[in-house]
């Protein structure tokens, strides 16, 4: 199975500030990857799919980046609705397999 | 609009068996390319990918849970049943059946149900 290392595992921002978070994969996936959020207690949230596609109605300060082993979510001007938790997931081949999360608070 | 919801019991008992209903509307699967895939997660924990039904009836599933794990769909009803076998503690989770459509939006899992909470516990 490939595996999907995310870091950091959790991250303290202020409201404006850059935040980035990371999704490598054991081997090449292409762009087969997206991101999510997920807040406590609700399902989560498509944000990105094709490694750098923004979901529809997904504020555009969230993007991503990356092919092949290395992904990037980038958070432009972190705002207070943007706590919660992170995930990536790639959908290259079964088992479909996450990242380990990355929670982010805001200071 | 696409929606999904998850239903069944709330506690199972040790080495019982799991049925869950997703119940969806807002597309049918026996479009081609559609399917919906069922996913999990523990307390505190990250998020698991179980299994996957297709509109051809296609279907995949984890390797560590395979052997305990079934998927069907009743087009008719616009259903997805997942069956789990001889549940364990550690199965505790919220389980979320998923819409994903092949070719669209990179074949990501785009809407979610609500999921729902199952415990096992004697």
């Known amino acids: 199975a490939i595996q999907m290392t995310q870091s950091p595992s959790s991250l303290s921002a202020s409201v404006g500030d850059r935040v980035s978070i990371t999704c490598r994969a054991s081997?090449?996936?292409?762009?087969?990857l997206a991101w999510y959020q997920q807040k406590p207690g609700t399902a989560p949230k498509l944000l990105i799919h094709s490694a750098s596609s923004l979901e529809s109605g997904v504020p555009s300060r969230f993007s991503g980046t990356g092919s092949g082993t290395d992904f990037t979510l980038t958070i432009s001007s972190l705002q207070p609705e943007d706590f919660g938790t992170y995930f990536c997931?790639?959908?290259?081949?079964?088992?479909?397999?996450f990242g380990g999360g990355t929670k982010v608070e805001i200071k | 609009q696409i929606t999904l919801k998850e239903s069944g019991p709330t506690l199972v008992k040790p080495t019982q068996t799991l049925t869950l209903t997703c119940t969806f509307s807002?597309?049918?699967?026996?479009?081609?390319?559609?399917?919906v895939g069922w996913f999990r997660q523990p307390p505190g924990k990250a998020l698991e990918w179980l299994g996957l039904i297709y509109w051809d009836d296609d279907k995949r599933y984890s390797p560590s849970l395979k052997n305990r794990l079934t998927i069907t769909k009743d087009t008719s009803k616009n259903q997805v049943v997942l069956t789990m076998a001889n549940m364990n503690p550690v199965d505790t989770a919220t389980y979320y059946c998923v819409h994903r459509e092949d070719g669209y939006k990179g074949s990501a899992f785009d809407v979610w149900g609500q999921g729902t909470m199952v415990t096992v516990s004697s």
């Open positions: 997931l790639q959908d290259y081949n079964y088992p479909l397999t």
């Open positions: 081997e090449g996936i292409r762009d087969d």
């Open positions: 807002g597309f049918s699967l026996s479009t081609s390319a559609v399917g």
